[in-house]
């Protein structure tokens, strides 16, 4: 048998022949491009490519004529996946002429083109190559930073680059390039060296040769080497020498081959990032000769290179004049240029910096050209020499920075330089192999002389460099690596094609279809070879076939051997046999196991390598062997097993194992053909074989009988040792397929026997011993391999699916340890497989002489490692050895043993470190690398903090990669601690864990949430995708793009929405409804009506800043239009005729730019529409610009809202002065603002620069005066405040201070509406210095707060200090102020610029210089109004201190006024001589009003109720005073102020919750027009209306400092009189609340249906001074409070599963989610309905299965599981195995059980555990019918018993009762009782004497074994050579036997069942 094998194993067999052609070539012909390429064929050759006459580079071009075909090349490669998942295709590059074209495909996916390119000249080169996007130019970037995929296509002047995203870069070449590499870091050129250039005998100065380029956007640079000289000093210089060739460039080691033509030798390099150190070697100039002449030549060189980058002539050399320059000074130069000097090429400098268009001719000058010759004589360049020398303008250059070398080569390895060595030697192929071992060669081809030198290379220990080994040759005349298999395919010159691993041969490829050379051609070379050189072949055969390379390398030129082609066909003509000619001529193209021949008549062939062995246990076998044996033998072991399995016509899938066996028996020494249950596996095998192909002669036995007659025939022929016959060819056709066919064929019917009964019959036969032959391969190593292959069973075991794999392996591990004499083993398969493992069987003496050379490694254990039992002890709390394992074959038992020592026996550092406590590692002496990769692999991140230990676990798990279809494979009871971990974690997980863990635990929601949160911001979940026409009949108000299905769960009772909607449009004309009186005439009536029109239009105009605050960030525009902008609609219609009335019919007088500033707040309110994750470029703002002037307000107000929501930073600088030019005003003030806000707190200098353009104050006294308008002067100083907000930057602090007071200047500029610039001054004054208080750093002197109470109380200006002297020598002539401040102007600014300052500082005695004054005298002298400023900038500093209810607002009020204010409502006033009522009043409303301000502020956005009842009370109140009789004397102007201030402080408390009472406040304001009612009032009113429903209800306000400054400048309470008004207060800072804003509305969307849904959420806020801890439960979607009030937010069960958000861990998380439309997934829990279903919780199904619990399961009817569970593995499981029909009988029993088992699954939540039951219930009626054939079964229920008593769960349940996975089941007592029954039943029917037997030693029935194996494994009885030696009859009592069992850890009831038996008592004792 064993011969027949060999004999059968000669040949390898390739699979899949395809023809070959590559695909780009089809595809060319039906490119549009292909009319070019027809006409360019008739073009000669030399015009197509440039010629090059350097010898024989496999890039470079040679001149070819052309064949009838096009040039063409091609290249493939192993596709590349996306994402990591291992894909199986090629991908072809091919070109021809213009064209590149990228295809990808395999034999199972169709080729397709990817991408086509065409380029403008012919194409010389295509390649792949990633570059690395990282301006860190260390090494250590390279292994994080993002790569970008590009494909480059070389062309004679330019190089194109096209990245997968389609980004494209062109660079132009400075230079010939002969070839292009990629590298690790980027591209790679050679400099091609023209046949114009200098002889390389006469003397010149050398130019680099090599360049590099990191980046398409980086210059190219030179690329520096470094070599070690003879004297040991290395040496740097750039790369000059043209004898330099590279061969070959890879990249992972990043190396380069090269050959020196001169010497005839290959070289290794390593390339890598230049050092500094060596990057100034080189750049530094050179004392000895950096003459003026030295750097002169070089400018003229740079003149040329100039030139030629500009494209005059590329075909010629640049260097042409060069060499001229040097013609007449040759004499004079010394002799030492030889010594090959570096020097630089000046290339196009093009950093990333500029753009690919610019800059690519921008050479800078000449000392970028430094010569660093070693040792230059300065006589050596005479500049009067040269005849064409135009370098004297340029020679003085400004200072400009040399071009610095990225790259380095250093220099690793040179081949011996032997004596004889041919001219042309390079190499025309080079590729790196590795053997089966892992050993790596670098392997190349040497044509000429017909042999591939292989160079075996390792890493050094520490990693750092490359070693290179001997060199072995191999005769060949071609050669290909095949990575898939570690292998490489060898041409030999015979024509042969040979497998080599290394340098290790395997055998030859066989290629069906294709006679094998040796058969038809006797001569070595192949015949057409001796003709060629008489046909007119230009070169002897060696150097045509030298020069090519097409695998590794594609030459542009096809290849040369293409050229023969032509005269093969004519030689093969006259040839008698046509196929005589067709042998292989060369091997090209491999990717992963495919491989194309090219065959000598052109045609092309691909073959698949066949892999090493195609069923997994095959596999992990091998592994685990090779793993174990030193690595000559595990390749010899390896060859001989691939040259049997691969042989021709080898075998099938299945009987793979047993040719393994057979194979792998045979080297160990057995005779496999003698030994019963291997014999047998040929007959079933061949007999299968048989069957299978069709019985003979069908049509489907064609393949069989090819088989059949390829063996005997062709195989002796081939291997036949010598010419005269022996016996062993008789065996051999004894042995052979065809025989074994016939044979079997014969016998069919008599044969088909089971194996176990035809081992029976033969085992007479085989009585005598058989001994093992110890003089194989493996003898030694049987034990070592027997181990190995025990833990890999062992490993098969914890996979489910490997069952058939064990049943065989076992019978192989039986055998082994029989003969090992290893009776532990024995009986430890037994117990596992009763029925496969006989207690006797055939063994294999091993000759004891023979032992001792066996070698039994130091990890053998005489005990069996068992992984059951091992988990088993861990459960029972029992110590355990370490478990061994073989890394990277038993992965899974170390996932087991380290997840049960975490879970189980809760070390938490098990999986921390690579714990040795747990797992012993088996190797044989430790390869260092693996260690390091192993630790890494497993290196635990704390990716989170994780509490608890199940937590742990399931992290950890994720972390090493186990999914749940690991899990599913697992046996059900080592899975149960992992599922019962993943169950405690589903209940309460965190919410910031990554989407593996969670997909692992089984919750969706949170997986999508995290898979959510990896997203780019874009289009959420929730955004409304409302198609924009919908509404186009109507016209279009700005308010249809809102998330109606968000906001209709939020405000589901009403219609109060609609009713927002409604008051804010302003597109449709508005009622104008006037009674005509008949006194009126019909023109007295048109003006009543447009009076009437006039005054609803103030209304009109106010409301736009309210709608933009109800839209806000709701809407993501469609980049390809412009944004819709509702016009603002400014007519009326008068009923009954509805007639239209306008205001333009000239009746009445209509302020003139009334419109203006409405116009703007309408483009504010539609640009603020727009969300900030919205995808927006500077194009887009760009072209949303109006066509019309009138237009242009709108636009202005677009740009501001652009920069509030942040998209303005993306328009480019260019714009922003473009549109400053205009001087348009308000683009000027949008602009200024939304910039400034975009950079908020930045300090941004180039806004700076544009804001202090702006402001006088801001530019030198001297500069000319700049006419800016005021209002941009405000915008531009608030900007100032905003830019350097927070930041407390001195000198702006400065200016913005004496801007405060700035006086009015002489010219009467600076005199109107100094207050608006006054308060901006100060509100800027503020955001600078915001919330910093008394510590101001190094402002001491500016006496800050000083000056600013000076500014509010008034008194003598002070003298200007500084650069601001100048500017106001002269007073005004208008207004006379005096040396006194004006308070009017200064004292808002000042006022609120201190409560800025000293915002919640508590600052209680800057707080007292703002209280309100409490005499008469001093309130005379205050404006009431600034009264509110001080009251609410003292609350302000007091923040602690205010208190949500009317008392607190009252206590502000002094006592003066409490005493003496009127009540409103009386009808007498008081008089009183020296109290000014007026005066009094007026103060008390104001005081009120500021104080409802500040708890505005204070609780902004809270909800908070009793500030909101405080608010309301106060609102009501002014509302009661504004009709009161006597208000004329507070003033009805002064109470509508106050009343607006209150209302915004209300709808601030209230901001995003649409609060109703608020919303019939603003109604009801609404409705009142005319009167004191003015624009200011109207604005006010629906500004609260809008902060009510601010974003859609999406929105809520926020109370840190930033945004308390923002709703300062927005709620300013000053009002504007009418549209046109910003003297007191710009009106474009009203939007500034934008920046106050901040997402807080969380929405739960139902994971599975994917809509918004309710849920209840518990919040939980943190304790602080006023209260504790508390709990709030909120039903969601709803908003949430401010972030840092909150410890955490839980959504609560029962309906949905819960998930926690902790906010203590910070609260980045949630803000993320926030910001994403706040979409928060829930999963809803088995038998639970949504809330809006089921309001009250009475109709879900746990609610009605009340009754109890027998007939709740019982009354479980199948249909209702849909309720339940989407699963489909469910629903049908309830379909098929729980519904009853019609005549049950017994078998209702089990359906009721099912059912039972199936509601429990579902209604606990874990339906992974219907399987587990069944398998249980299953496994305890085979037990019951004595039909286990396995004992795996039972194990696993013995586990889960013991998980369950197991210390680590009862202790959890006492921490959880009622959670957990079997819990609340009568299930497992039930399992428990039946098995107990089952084994004692047994007993007593004669079991007990089976037992005895066993423990005694004695024959055991046959019938009775597997109950007896069952009975061992329950109850854990210990093997016999464990039971103490005392003998077992020795015992009295059962004490004195549970004294001697207790070492052997036996349990107690296990004893007592075996008591009777030990105690000699006949009787069974069952419990």
């Given at each position: ?333 010394s002799p030492s240029l030889h010594s090959r000097s570096p020097s630089i090429s000046n290339m196009a400098a093009l950093s990333r910096a500029h753009s690919p268009a610019l800059g690519v001719h921008s050479f800078s000058g000449v000392q970028r050209f430094n010569i660093s010759s070693h040792n230059q004589s300065p006589k050596r360049h005479s500049i009067s020499h040269s005849p064409n020398s135009n370098s004297n303008g340029s020679f003085l250059a400004p200072e400009t920075e040399p071009i610095v070398p990225e790259l380095c080569i250093d ?1557």
């Open positions: 048998m064993s011969n027949f094998y060999e004999e059968r194993a000669t040949m390898i067999a390739a699979r899949d022949l395809q023809e070959f052609v590559p695909f780009g070539r089809d595809h060319c012909k039906h490119h549009p491009n292909a009319l070019n390429l027809q006409l360019r064929q008739l073009q000669p050759a030399s015009e197509l490519w440039s010629s090059d006459g350097a010898a024989g580079l496999v890039g470079s071009l040679q001149e070819v004529t052309i064949h009838e075909k096009q040039k063409e090349s091609w290249q493939l490669r192993k596709g590349v996946s996306e994402i990591g998942e291992d894909v199986d295709y090629d991908e072809e590059l091919y070109v021809a002429g213009n064209m590149v074209i990228w295809s990808k495909g395999s034999k199972s996916q169709a080729l397709a083109v990817y991408k086509a390119f065409t380029v403008d000249s012919p194409v010389q080169q295509a390649l792949w190559c990633d570059f690395i996007i990282s301006q860190d130019k260390s090494e250590k970037a390279y292994s994080s930073n993002e790569v970008e995929k590009c494909i480059c296509i070389l062309q004679s002047s330019c190089i194109n680059m096209h990245s997968i995203e389609g980004k494209d870069y062109i660079a132009s070449l400075p230079f010939q390039v002969a070839n292009v590499w990629p590298t690790k870091y980027g591209l790679l050129f050679e400099r091609s060296a023209s046949s114009h250039e200098v002889p390389p005998g006469s003397p010149r100065e050398p130019l680099p040769t090599m360049f590099s380029m990191l980046h398409p956007l980086d210059e190219i640079t030179p690329l520096v080497c470094k070599s070690g000289s003879l004297f040991g000093s290395s040496r740097v210089q750039y790369v000059i020498d043209h004898a330099m060739k590279i061969v070959f460039l890879n990249t992972d080691p990043s190396i380069v081959m090269t050959y020196d033509a001169v010497q005839n030798v290959h070289s290794v390099w390593t390339l890598r990032r230049v050092k500094s150190e060596e990057e100034n070697v080189v750049l530094k100039f050179s004392e000895q000769g950096g003459t003026p002449q030295n750097v002169a030549t070089s400018s003229s060189l740079t003149a040329h290179l100039r030139s030629l980058s500009k494209g005059d002539s590329p075909v010629t050399s640049p260097f042409q004049n060069y060499s001229s320059i040097h013609s007449q000074s040759r004499s004079t130069s220099h690793l390895w040179t081949e011996t330089i032997t004596n004889i060595r041919e001219k042309n030697s390079q190499a025309s192929k080079v590729f790196i192999t590795s053997d089966l071992c892992g050993q790596k060669f670098l392997c190349f081809l040497v044509e000429s002389q017909l042999q591939l030198r292989c160079v075996k290379f390792q890493e050094s220990n520490d990693k750092t460099q490359l070693i290179f080994g001997s060199v072995t040759n191999i005769p060949a005349k071609d050669a290909a690596p095949v990575e898939k298999i570690d292998t490489m395919l060898v041409l030999e010159g015979s024509g042969n094609l040979v497998l080599y691993t290394g340098v290790v041969r395997v055998g030859k490829v066989f290629i069906p279809g294709l006679p094998a050379p040796s058969l038809t051609m006797s001569n070595t070379m192949p015949r057409p070879s001796t003709p060629l050189d008489g046909v007119s072949t230009p070169k002897p055969l060696s150097k045509l076939l030298g020069s090519l390379d097409e695998v590794v390398l594609l030459s542009p030129v096809p290849e040369l051997r293409d050229s023969s082609k032509l005269h093969d066909s004519l030689y093969n003509e006259d040839c008698t046999f046509q196929q005589l000619g067709t042998y292989i001529h060369s091997i090209r193209d491999p990717v992963h196991n495919r491989v194309t021949l090219e065959l000598s008549n052109g045609s092309m062939v691909r073959i698949t390598i066949p892999e090493i062995a195609t069923s997994e246990l095959v596999q992990t076998c091998l592994q685990a062997i090779k793993f174990i044996l030193p690595k000559e033998i595990a390749v010899q072991m390896l060859v001989k097993w691939y040259n049997v399995h691969s042989a021709p016509g080898g075998p099938s899938y299945h009987s793979e194992w047993n040719l393994f066996v057979t194979c792998l028996m045979n080297m160990m020494g057995y005779n496999t053909d003698r030994l019963a249950w291997t014999r047998n596996f040929k007959d079933c095998h061949w007999l299968t074989a048989f069957q299978s192909s069709g019985r003979g002669k069908e049509p489907g036995g064609a393949k069989f009988d090819f088989e059949g007659s390829l063996s005997p025939v062709i195989a002796p022929k081939k291997a036949r040792p010598s010419e005269t016959g022996s016996d062993d060819d008789w065996e051999y056709l004894l042995n052979s397929d065809y025989h074994q066919n016939v044979e079997s064929h014969l016998l069919n019917r008599s044969l088909c026997l089971s194996p176990s009964e035809a081992s029976q019959m033969k085992d007479e036969d085989f009585s005598q011993n058989l001994s093992l032959d110890s003089s194989t391969l493996l003898f030694t190593h049987i034990p070592a391999i027997f181990f190995v292959l025990h833990l890999v069973y062992e490993e098969l075991k914890l996979n489910t699916l490997m069952g058939e794999g064990i049943c065989s392996l076992v019978e192989l591990l039986v055998q082994l340890a029989r003969d090992l004499k290893l009776g532990p083993y024995v009986d430890h398969y037994y117990r596992d497989y009763p029925t496969l493992v006989r207690t006797t069987g055939q063994v294999c003496t091993v000759d004891p002489g023979q032992t001792g050379f066996m070698h039994h490694p130091s990890f053998f254990t005489s005990e069996p490692p068992s992984i059951y039992q091992w988990v088993s002890s861990c459960l029972k709390g029992e110590g355990m050895p370490p478990y061994p394992y073989l890394p990277g074959i038993c992965e899974r038992s170390r996932l087991v043993v380290l997840s049960i020592a975490l879970y189980i026996l809760g070390d938490e550092s098990s999986v921390s470190d690579e714990s040795l406590q747990y797992l012993t590692r088996i190797t044989i002496a430790p390869p260092k690398l693996q260690v390091e990769q192993e630790e890494n692999r497993f290196s635990f991140r704390h990716s989170t903090s994780v509490s608890s230990l199940a937590e742990r676990l399931v992290v950890w798990m994720t972390n090493v990669g186990f999914t749940l279809r690991d899990l599913e494979t697992l046996p059900f009871g080592i899975a149960l601690p992992i599922r019962d971990a993943i169950y405690h974690c589903r209940e309460q997980p965190a919410s910031d864990w990554p989407e593996a863990v969670c997909l692992l635990i089984g919750r969706q929601d949170l997986s999508k949430q995290a898979c959510e949160g990896n997203l780019p911001k874009g289009k959420s979940v929730l955004s409304s995708d409302v198609p924009s026409g919908t509404e186009t009949e109507e016209e279009d108000d700005g308010m249809n793009d809102m998330n109606h299905e968000v906001m209709s769960l939020i405000w589901s009772e009403d219609l109060r929405v609609q009713d927002v909607r409604r008051l804010l449009q302003s597109a449709h004309p508005v009622r104008v409804n006037v009674v005509q009186y008949p006194e009126l005439s019909d023109h007295e009536f048109i003006e009543e009506k447009e009076n009437r029109l006039l005054q609803l239009c103030q209304r009109t105009m106010a409301l736009p800043v309210g709608r933009g605050m109800f839209t806000l960030f709701s809407y993501h525009p469609v980049p390809t239009e412009p944004l819709p902008i509702p016009k603002l609609n400014l007519t009326g219609r008068a009923p009954p005729r509805n007639t239209t009335v306008d205001l333009n019919s000239g009746n009445i007088d209509v302020p003139p730019n009334m419109t203006s500033w409405a116009s703007f707040h309408n483009g504010v309110a539609a640009g603020l529409k727009i969300a900030p994750a919205s995808q927006i470029d500077s194009a887009w703002i760009v072209y949303n610009k109006p066509k019309h002037a009138e237009l242009a307000n709108e636009y202005a107000g677009f740009l501001m809202a652009l920069g509030l929501n942040g998209h303005l930073t993306k328009l480019a600088t260019l714009n922003i002065h473009d549109y400053l030019t205009k001087g348009h005003e308000m683009t000027s003030i949008g602009l200024l603002l939304g910039v400034s806000a975009a950079k908020l707190g930045t300090m941004d200098m180039s806004i700076t620069r544009l804001l202090s353009i702006h402001i006088p104050a801001l530019l030198p006294p001297t500069s000319t005066e700049l006419d800016v308008p005021h209002n941009v002067q405000v915008a531009a100083v608030v900007g100032i405040g905003l830019v350097y907000q927070g930041t407390a930057h001195r000198h702006t602090a400065e200016v913005l201070l004496a801007e405060i007071g700035r006086p009015p200047g002489p010219e009467m500029e600076y005199c109107t509406d100094r207050e608006s610039y006054s308060l901006a001054a100060g509100l800027a004054l503020g955001m600078v210095c915001l919330g910093h208080g008394s510590n101001l750093i190094g402002m001491s002197d500016l006496n800050v707060p000083e000056q600013l109470y000076q500014y509010m109380v008034g008194g003598h200006r002070r003298f200007q200090t500084g650069m601001l002297r100048e500017k106001h020598k002269s007073p005004s002539y208008q207004i006379k102020e005096g040396d006194t401040i004006n308070v009017d102007v200064t004292c808002p600014g000042a006022t609120l610029a201190l409560a800025m300052i000293y915002l919640k500082t508590n600052n209680r005695s800057i707080a007292d210089w703002l209280r309100a004054p409490d005499t008469m005298y001093l309130l005379d002298f205050v404006k009431p109004e600034f009264l509110l400023l001080r009251t609410l900038a003292r609350c302000l500093i007091l923040w602690d201190d205010i208190l949500p209810n009317s008392k607190w607002v009252d206590s502000n009020v002094p006592q003066i006024i409490r005493e003496n204010s009127i009540s409103l409502s009386e009808i007498e006033l008081p008089c009183s001589e020296d109290l000014n009522l007026e005066t009094l009043s007026q103060a008390h409303v104001y005081i009120i009003a500021g104080a409802c301000l500040s708890l505005g502020f204070r609780f902004a956005g809270s909800e908070n109720l009793s500030a909101f009842n405080c608010l309301h009370k106060f609102a009501k109140d002014f509302m009661t005073y504004l009709s009161a009789p006597n208000a004329s004397v507070t003033g009805p102007y002064n109470l509508e102020t106050c009343l607006s201030v209150v209302l915004l402080s209300l709808a601030m408390v209230m901001a995003g919750s649409g609060n109703l009472k608020v919303l019939q406040l603003c109604r009801f304001l609404h409705m009142k027009t005319g009167g004191e009612m003015n624009y200011g009032f109207h604005l006010a009113h629906h500004m609260a209306l809008g902060l009510l429903f601010l974003g859609g209800g999406r929105y809520s306000l926020s109370t840190s400092n930033s945004s308390i400054a923002a709703l300062l400048c927005a709620l300013y309470p000053h009002f504007p009189a009418h549209s046109t008004d910003n003297r007191y207060h710009l009106q474009a800072l009203r939007h500034l609340y934008v920046l106050a804003a901040e997402p807080r509305l969380l929405v739960p969307v139902d994971v599975d249906t994917n809509t918004p849904c309710y849920a209840l959420l518990e919040v939980t806020y943190k304790g602080t001074q006023w209260y504790e801890q508390t709990k709030e439960e909120l039903m969601a979607p709803t908003l949430l409070p401010e972030l840092h009030l909150l410890k955490q937010i839980k959504v609560k069960g029962p309906r949905y599963w819960e998930l926690l958000i902790d906010l203590s861990k910070g609260t980045q998380h949630l803000k993320s989610i926030l910001s994403k439309d706040g979409v928060l997934y829930v999963k809803l829990r088995a038998g639970q309905l949504s809330y809006k279903e089921d309001p009250m919780g009475w109709q879900s199904l746990l609610a009605q299965t009340v009754a109890n619990r027998n007939s709740e399961a019982r009354a479980f009817k199948p249909e209702t599981i849909s309720a339940f569970t989407s699963d489909p593995a469910l629903l049908s499981f309830a379909e098929y195995f729980c519904k009853p029909t019609v005549n049950m009988g017994q078998k209702q029993e089990i359906l009721d059980l099912f059912s039972s088992v199936l509601y429990e699954c579902v209604t606990q939540e874990t339906p992974e555990m219907l399987p587990a039951y069944i398998a249980m219930d299953q496994a305890i009626r085979r037990l019951g019918r004595r039909e286990m054939s396995e004992t795996s079964e039972l194990w696993q229920i013995k586990l889960v018993l013991e998980f369950f008593s197991s210390r680590s769960h009862q202790e959890r349940l006492q921490n959880h009762p009622k959670r957990g996975l079997f819990m609340n089941s009568e299930f497992l007592p039930v399992v428990k009782c039946t098995i107990d029954n089952t084994l004692d039943q047994w007993l007593q029917v004669g079991g007990d004497m089976c037992v005895h037997a066993y423990l005694s030693g004695q024959p055991l029935e046959e019938s009775q074994l597997s109950m007896l194996a069952c009975f061992l494994v329950y109850h854990s009885v210990p093997a016999p050579r464990h039971l103490p030696p005392i003998g077992l009859e020795g015992s009295t009592s059962f004490a004195e036997l549970l004294f001697k069992f207790k070492q052997l850890k036996m349990p107690v009831r296990a004893l007592l069942r075996l008591a009777p038996l030990l105690l000699g008592n006949p009787q069974p004792m069952v419990m």
